[in-house]
């Protein structure tokens, strides 16, 4: 399970420390003894051999050709950042909508009243018993959080993250020191979870700078936070792996840490051994709710341009070409007769797009930015976002087994947009039972002007394996538009007679559109 760090809007500081109660009193034994001498021995000071006899003390470091061995000690590197890290508390005001009977806690469904699903309730339920409650008027309510931060300037600016305090009413800081002085939420991006705070009390802050240079896996990092409400901890371990995508938002490129980060140490600063800001500890995954030994933090040269950007602006404005674009498989690869799978497939171009205007079309896969080649979907949305709006650059892309340019001039990513497309009715299905898989018409579907949709889905089917589920809108099936479901049985057909392996189908689903490679022989 990933965990953002201090997701819990109760995010009380414990009490107190409690210790299991009446625990059995173990039994010694020669062989226990033995083992725990070893486990000793294992779990000794960094760098050092296991040696017999009792001769740990007096082992040599253990050191790499060209390199250093890791240092005995953190504590000056402590005693440099440690002042600059500060807890975040959060007082956060939500509202909650409350039902006719005053009901805000209950788990059946809210309606109100005039909701289009009233009346079909009403209908067919009766009038009473509904499975639902008319929602009334939105009441507040307000909790608390914790977390972390560190202070980047002397008059006080403050990196932390947004999911900290997104529903802030009331944000207070505690120093090093002990004092606690008020603050301000500057601005805040959801997208890679950061928010610059401002210390409203005029002083001089200590504070800490970004790394300049990316760490490499293996090297020693260093967290301090607020784990737990606690206040000041420090703990220590290596970057575990780079380039970490855990589905929190669309630019995800964590660094993944060993070193020990648990609830409360959200926006904390990671430090390598130089005293430098190389991440923001944003989430741990953690099947038990406490840190298993893997975090993970956004990377300081994604930190230092958000910043800024919240710095000057209050929001960041990010580039945008109007395409959704999605992975190349071996499957898609197959069908589109490309040599391998790296780049960004275009399911679609928005019309009026800065893509659309270059012409960039559906089908065509983004291999390179300005020369510097893509390897996946996420890469090139990020590299796109972060060169900003009214730059030119020259996207690379495959068509026809070729590879073509085209000179774009990037817009500005608009406002996140919703859609929904209405319930499949039951009239004229085909059944495509191989593929676990029932169509229709368009014309069967409220709201659907094209293709062929989807209206049942055998979830232990071929097409539930990749993904295809009712309410899909199939427009494409080999390159070619569809509108019956007949057409899609003849595109499988005529693949499996030519030898292919799939046949590409082009799939809406809601306000996203997708490629999606179904096997002409999925027995085979």
């Known amino acids: 399970m990933i965990d953002p760090l201090n997701r819990d809007p109760q995010g009380e500081a414990p009490s107190a420390i409690h210790t299991p109660p009446h625990l059995p009193k173990p039994r010694t034994s020669r062989a226990a003894l033995l083992g725990a001498v070893a486990v000793i021995a294992l779990c000794g000071a960094f760098g050092n051999s296991i040696l017999p006899h009792g001769a740990l003390a007096e082992a ?49 469904p809210q309606l109100r009243p005039g909701d289009p699903l009233e009346k079909f309730f009403k209908r067919f339920g009766g009038g009473e018993g509904l499975p639902f409650q008319f929602r009334g008027p939105q009441q507040r309510h307000s909790g608390q959080a914790l977390g972390s931060g560190f202070i980047i300037s002397a008059d006080g600016y403050v990196v932390t993250n947004n999911h900290v305090v997104e529903h802030a009413g009331n944000v207070t800081l505690t120093l090093d020191d002990g004092r606690t002085v008020p603050a301000k939420v500057v601005g805040a991006d959801k997208k890679t979870d950061l928010a610059l705070l401002k210390i409203t009390e005029g002083g001089n802050f200590p504070h800490v700078d970004f790394a300049s240079k990316e760490p490499r896996i293996g090297d020693w990092v260093i967290a301090v936070g607020n784990p737990f409400g606690l206040g000041g901890t420090v703990t220590a371990g290596i970057v575990s792996a780079r380039g970490r995508d855990i589905g ?25 051994t130089q005293g430098n800001v190389v991440g923001v500890n944003t989430a741990i995954y953690s099947p038990s709710g406490g840190s298993v030994g893997i975090g993970f933090a956004i990377p300081a040269e994604v930190a230092k341009d958000v910043v800024a950007s919240l710095k000057d602006k209050g ?54 930015v300005n020369g510097d080649r893509v390897d996946s979907p996420r890469e090139l949305a990020r590299r796109i976002a972060a060169l900003g709006p009214d730059k030119k650059v020259d996207l690379t892309y495959v068509r026809d087994d070729a590879e073509h340019t ?15 497309i209405g319930t499949p009715q039951s009239g004229g299905r085909t059944s495509l039972a191989n593929l676990g898989l029932s169509l229709a018409p368009a014309s069967s579907v409220s709201g659907a002007k094209e293709g062929v949709v989807v209206t049942e889905v055998d979830p232990d089917g071929v097409a539930a394996q990749k993904g295809l589920k009712s309410g899909d ?31 590409l189908l082009r799939v809406k689903s809601g306000d996203q ?12």
């Open 513 to 524: 559109t997708r490629f999606v490679a179904l096997a002409t022989n999925p027995a085979s």
């Open 406 to 420: 085209a000179n774009v001039r990037l817009g500005a990513l608009p406002a996140d947009k919703e859609a929904s």
């Open 473 to 503: 809108i199939i427009v494409e099936a080999a390159g070619r538009p569809v509108s019956r479901p007949a057409e899609i049985s003849s595109a499988l057909d005529a693949a499996k007679k030519d030898g292919r392996k799939a046949v």
């Open 248 to 272: 929190a938002g669309p630019y995800d490129d964590f660094l993944q840490i060993d070193a020990p980060v648990n609830r409360g140490n959200s926006g904390g600063p990671t430090f390598d």
């Open 315 to 368: 929001t960041v404005s990010r580039g945008w070409i109007g395409v959704q674009i999605q992975p190349v498989s071996p499957e898609i690869a197959d069908s589109l007769n490309l040599k391998g799978t790296k780049g960004a497939l275009v399911a679609e171009t928005q019309s009026g797009s800065p893509a659309a205007s270059a012409g960039i079309k559906s089908g065509d896969v983004i291999v390179a």
């Open 60 to 108: 040599p470091a253990l050191t790499v050709p060209g390199q250093s061995a890791g240092p005995a000690s953190f504590a000056d590197i402590v005693d440099r950042v440690k002042s600059s890290v500060v807890a975040v508390k959060v007082k956060m005001v939500e509202t909650a909508d409350v039902s006719e009977d005053g009901d805000s806690s209950s788990n059946i």
